[in-house]
């Protein structure tokens, strides 16, 4: 009883510090606390009510700890941080005889520099956003040199490759933390209101996820068209197919939405030829899981059925659970959209906030889950840094790999072949 009491009052500080600054920023919260620890001090020495102030002093403690686990990034302003010093300071005066306040305070300041050290060093060396080939020109007159490598060459294993993609998803997502993902709903807020919040930042690391997802795609699809000849492009679609199968097996539903989507592309998906090869009913059952009918109902009960195998899993194989980042957000999209932040008495409407937290809370416990498979640099460096083509080249190359069928592709194989001509 008295773990679950502990666990629903952690719940409530996360949702109430999460969905806090859609009303009122941090920093201004942070003082509202400071000054009612100065009223409550004062008031309980008065009436030298010793276990009362305890107990306060208690409870201020957890929520700052809390506050500084779960949020630190809102303490990396000075004036916030010396707001903080000053509560701190205040409460440790409460414990000046065994001193155990202090030592709690002193920890969980280290913490918090710790964490914001290591955010901060993200942010400095966060990746370059890569840029797809733009040389179609050079694309038109020559085929890839045959010592050029491709995916194959570096691993041909559909299974390790999954693996290999999970480890960059983990990293990736373990940079993204809750005040990221509620800055949506706060920017979401100002835009409905025709103004602009001054402090609403680019949330660099939700963009460098968004943009690992659309780079996969895009090699998978560079990966597929660029081969020449037709049994080797079909090896390599069945190839992706199995890998996607393994990102579903292990939990990793971003890789292998990434994946299908890549197929999906118009330059892959054109290649009757091709696909007439692929031995299909593996590609079926992926698509069947990722059937966006019913709101993706399918993909749902496949991630309520990862949840739960983490949920009481004795090894990180089965903890890992990594959802289809877009769709999360727009799930938390949707929940503030359809749902007002006040209820009609004008009080905020807490029921609302606390799902918001409850799917937030999940993304957080998923992303701190430690990859267990063996990193291999030499994969995960062909996966972050090989070239990936434009759309425009990936329809030259589709097109010179499996010429236009149809007036329709003539005529755009000829718009885009004259295009390029002249820009070249």
């Known amino acids: 009883m008295y773990i679950l009491q502990k666990t629903m009052r952690r719940t409530y500080i996360f949702t109430f510090l ?19 620890c100065t009223k409550q001090k004062q008031q309980l020495e008065a009436e030298t009510e010793k276990a ?52 709690t305070i002193t920890q969980m300041t280290q913490n918090l520099i710790l964490s914001l050290t290591t955010r901060n060093q993200f942010q400095e060396i966060r990746e370059k956003f890569r840029q797809p080939v733009t040389d179609k020109g050079t694309i038109l007159k020559s085929k890839p040199q045959a010592s050029q490598k491709d995916i194959l060459s570096v691993c041909c294993d559909p299974l390790i490759l999954a693996q290999q993609l999970t480890h960059i998803e983990l990293e990736r997502v373990s940079n993204i933390y809750p005040e990221d993902l509620m800055q949506i709903v706060s920017h979401m807020d100002s835009l409905d209101n025709h103004k602009c919040r001054g402090d609403v930042t680019k949330t660099y690391t939700l963009e460098a996820y968004d943009n690992w997802f659309n780079c996969l795609s895009m090699l998978v699809a560079t990966e597929i068209c660029r081969v020449v000849k037709k049994k080797q492009r079909t090896r390599m679609v069945e190839f992706f197919i199995d890998v996607a199968r393994e990102c579903f097996n292990i939990g990793n539903f971003n890789s292998m939405m990434a994946i299908i989507s890549g197929m999906n592309l118009s330059p892959v998906a054109r290649l009757k030829k091709t696909w007439s090869k692929v031995k299909t009913a593996k590609f079926d059952v992926l698509e069947h899981h990722m059937d966006p009918s019913s709101n993706f109902c399918n993909y749902r009960t496949a991630l309520q059925g990862a949840a739960q195998r983490s949920q009481t899993a004795n090894s ?40 918001i937290s409850r799917q937030i809370h999940d993304f957080m416990t998923w992303k701190q889950v430690e990859c267990p498979f063996d990193k291999d640099k030499k994969i995960q460096s062909y996966l972050l840094t090989a070239p990936i083509y434009s759309e425009e080249a990936l329809f030259v190359a589709s097109f010179e790999s499996e010429g236009p069928e149809n007036h329709m592709e003539k005529d755009s194989w000829k718009t885009l072949r004259t295009t390029l001509l002249n820009r070249a």
């Not at 999460?18 to 009612?36: E, N, T, W």
């Not at 809102?74 to 707001?83: C, P, R, S, T, Y």
Request: hydrophobic share 40%; aromatic share 12%; with cysteine.
């Open 18 to 36: 999460l969905s806090s600054r859609i009303f009122i920023p941090p920093y201004d919260l942070l003082a509202k606390v400071g000054q009612i």
């Open 52 to 103: 009362k102030l305890k107990s306060f002093t208690a409870k201020i403690i957890q929520l700052l700890k809390e506050w500084t686990e779960a949020f630190p990034y809102d303490f990396q302003d000075e004036k916030v941080m010396k707001e903080l010093k000053e509560i701190t300071h205040r409460i440790t005066q409460c414990d000046e005889e065994n001193g155990t306040v202090k030592a």
């Open 316 to 355: 990180s194989r089965e903890k890992i659970v990594i959802p289809v980042f877009n769709l999360f957000i727009k799930d938390i999209y949707f929940l503030h959209k359809i749902h007002t932040n006040r209820l009609p008495n004008g009080q905020i409407n807490f029921k609302k906030f606390w799902e």
